[in-house]
């Protein structure tokens, strides 16, 4: 098993964490280590409460069990003092989010991660901007072409106003 060291952690990103500069707005210290693979998790979409508002305007991404599925992603590393910036943008103390230690497969072996899953989740449509950052992220690291088509393919909620895509656009430029 690989892991981070120096004061680092490793961070397996799904969801819009996949997009370096999503995740660097709130955790600057994060780089890019390699992509790879959770092996009996499905990827899926929804929120913590039923009627649940967010600044995605829609369902998030979050990983379920799933004997036999897979969910590619980002493992990033980051500095130790960002647990606590990723644990807020993730929501951990609301209670939206718990962390998870999951073993995550890589071109240089099995590597333990922190990543997060959802609790009380209720199934919910992406917006189009949510579905476009992790699009976007999935692209810009490269993951597999059949898993980034699956990506594709995702229906949204065809939710129109702003997002955090907005603020995104002024450092994507």
Known sequence: MSGAANGRFLYF???SNLLKERLQLANPSAIFCTIGRLKDYKLNFGQWEKHGENNWHGGVATVEFCPGAEVWGVIWTLSNDNITSLDKQEG???GIYSPLEVSVETDEGTMLCRTYQMNN???????PQYKQVLCLGAEQNGLPAEYLKS????????YSGPSILDQLKTVLK
Do not use: D, E, Q, Y
Request: hydrophobic share 55%; charged share 5%; no cysteine.
């Open 92 to 94: 951990v103390a609301l």
């Open 13 to 15: 990103a799904f969801g």
């Open 121 to 127: 989740f209720h199934a919910s449509l992406p917006s």
């Open 151 to 158: 990506l594709k393919v995702i229906l949204t909620n065809n």
